[in-house]
């Protein structure tokens, strides 16, 4: 069982900064990469990035591309995302995803936190 507590959500105005962090706990060896997500009002969950947990290989959604920034402490079992230059359409809950293979691939989710960009 793997438990994850994103923190760092919050209200920021339009071209601010913020950044989230999801902490995984219990039984995360075998990671094989953890990601954000987000789900705005009304719309479907859609991917926002992802690490490679061993690689550090890092992949982005085009529409934060450039603006957020993906990283990881593994020592720490935790993950950050850095957004810069927040839009109003970055407004969702985000959540933190961790895929793991013990004997069978596994994705565990947080249980999300809001951002929400004003203009």
């Known amino acids: 069982q793997v438990q994850l507590v994103e923190s760092g959500g919050g209200l920021v105005q339009a071209g601010g900064s913020l950044r989230l962090s999801c902490a995984a706990s219990?039984?995360?060896?075998?990671?094989?990469?953890m990601g954000w997500y987000r789900q705005a009002a009304g719309k479907e969950r859609e991917f926002v990035a992802r690490?490679?947990?061993?690689?550090?290989?890092?992949y982005y959604s085009d529409s934060v591309k450039g603006r957020f920034t993906i990283s990881s402490d593994s020592a720490k079992n935790t993950m950050y995302l850095q957004m810069n230059n927040l839009k109003p359409e970055d407004t969702a809950i985000y959540y933190c995803?961790?895929?793991?293979?013990?004997?069978?691939?596994?994705?565990?989710w947080g249980q999300g936190t809001q951002v929400t960009v004003s203009s």
């Open positions: 219990g039984r995360t060896f075998n990671t094989l990469d």
């Open positions: 690490i490679a947990w061993t690689s550090g290989s890092t």
């Open positions: 995803k961790r895929r793991g293979n013990s004997g069978m691939i596994v994705d565990d």
